[in-house]
């Protein structure tokens, strides 16, 4: 019986475990913090041995295979101890996907992977059955256990396909590449390009990859880096015979001569970059002979994802927009672009080495105002300091939802974009997004 050691308790984690465990492994699931009540549960119930806030090295060191939560980086010394001796280290996605023969859906990229995620399956589910996983809702793992369905559109991180070896997706999608995480990776921006790339490795000439023809850093990298895969670009500017591209306010998709038409003024989303998602997502859709009148309407009742752009209430005429999803600089990029009022703005978090200069036109041009959210502010108050007239530092969300308030008059809108990882303050984005709703709710 092989033995098959999982590290991290989380939803990917105790996904693999049920899954490993239906297919005849002998598993162990090792968690170095605490484990929540609801997996503790299911583990427990399985039968399935595990153990918290600790890392027993000769129960672990001992397996044939190990699914590592993405949230570990390889510098971790029990990681280095495992390469050293030659085990075989797998993501979630990569076991998972032993265990199924469905259409595959990959969907990576710095910015949008939730959004486009969402609306590629939302699109989908209307034709096709089709399961939503990766980063996002019940593990990918824990699906192909329990409902095996015949198609799954999954959002996947660079820490995710770092560790595939034969994963494929029959269609990939890399919307953008802009620096993040990058003390995950030597703080090389090379190295985070290729673990992004990883996503089209392993696909053959039968493979689709759609990606943003506007992004010089995916188009310089494709250029001496090809693909095996049938390219299938899209843009804002530039006309594309086999592809998306944007004509007169209309995303006119091609696939072998076969086109779509969409008017972008039946769009729900905001933003050029939202047009984008929308696009690949379309082209996704239309690859798998969605028809067209479906793909319209499904773009046009698209309700858009909680955390990313979200207006959530107005308040003596301010409008307060919760985009906690916004954990690196490119993501609030997008978000101050979008804005047309005056900005009381809340930033702040977990710095993953951030350079805030492309930024600054934005913030000289609408920030009236700048909230530090975080327990070291030191690189925002140097970045933007001389740029506004009021710059304010605080720990607590409560408080800079009143601070903002109190800043804020009739027209103006708050914006939580924080450019920032959250795990300085908050258990996560989610949370964070969650307790600013709640503070603006209690004005």
Avoid at 56 to 85: C, F, H
Avoid at 225 to 234: M, R
Avoid at 265 to 272: A, D, F, Q, R
């Amino acid at each position: 019986m092989k033995r098959l050691v999982i590290l991290g308790g989380g939803e990917s984690g105790v996904g693999t475990a049920l899954l490993g465990k239906a297919k005849g492994y002998e598993v162990f699931v090792s968690d170095k913090g605490k484990i929540k009540d609801k997996y503790k549960e299911v583990l427990i119930h399985s039968a399935i041995e595990w153990e918290e806030e600790t890392h027993t090295e000769a129960k672990i060191l001992n397996a044939d295979i190990i699914m590592k939560s993405p949230g570990i980086p390889d510098k971790a010394p029990l990681v280095k101890q495992i390469r050293e001796q030659g085990i075989l280290v797998v993501s979630e996605i990569e076991f998972a996907s032993k265990y199924t023969n469905a259409t595959l859906v990959g969907i990576t990229g710095s910015n949008g992977k939730t959004t486009t995620a969402t609306l590629t399956h939302h699109i989908l589910k209307q034709a096709l059955e089709v399961g939503l996983a990766g980063n996002i809702g019940d593990s990918f793992a824990k699906q192909v256990l329990e409902k095996n369905y015949p198609n799954y559109v999954l959002e996947i991180s660079s820490f995710q396909l770092d560790d595939i070896v034969h994963f494929k997706p029959h269609i990939a999608v890399l919307l953008n590449i802009t620096p993040d995480h990058l003390d995950r990776y030597d703080y090389k921006f090379e190295n985070y390009i290729a673990s992004k790339f990883r996503i089209a490795e392993n696909q053959t000439k039968d493979d689709y990859l759609i990606f943003d023809a506007d992004d010089e850093v995916i188009t310089n990298w494709l250029t001496n880096h090809p693909v095996q895969s049938k390219l299938l670009p899209f843009s804002l500017v530039k006309t594309i015979e086999n592809g998306a591209y944007l004509k007169n306010n209309n995303i006119i998709i091609t696939i072998d001569n076969n086109q779509l038409i969409m008017p972008t003024t039946s769009l729900t989303l905001e933003g050029n970059h939202n047009i984008k998602n929308a696009m690949a997502a379309s082209t996704v859709a239309h690859l798998l002979k969605i028809r067209k009148q479906t793909i319209r309407e499904s773009l046009e009742n698209f309700q858009g994802v909680e955390h990313r752009l979200e207006h959530v209430l107005k308040i003596n005429k301010v409008q307060y927009i919760n985009d906690s999803k916004a954990t690196n600089v490119n993501a609030t990029y997008y978000a101050l672009e979008s804005m047309d009022t005056p900005t009381v703005w809340i930033v702040g978090g977990q710095d993953k080495g951030n350079n805030y200069e492309e930024l600054y036109p934005f913030v000289n041009e609408k920030v009236k105002a700048i909230i530090c959210l975080g327990v070291d502010n030191e690189k925002l108050l140097n970045a933007f300091g001389n740029m506004v007239d009021i710059i304010v530092e605080t720990q607590f969300m409560s408080e800079a939802v009143k601070i903002a308030y109190k800043i804020a008059e009739a027209g103006d809108t708050v914006l939580l974009s924080p450019a920032c990882a959250s795990f300085d303050l908050f258990e996560n984005y989610e949370d964070r997004g969650r307790q600013f709703k709640e503070a603006v709710r209690n004005l």
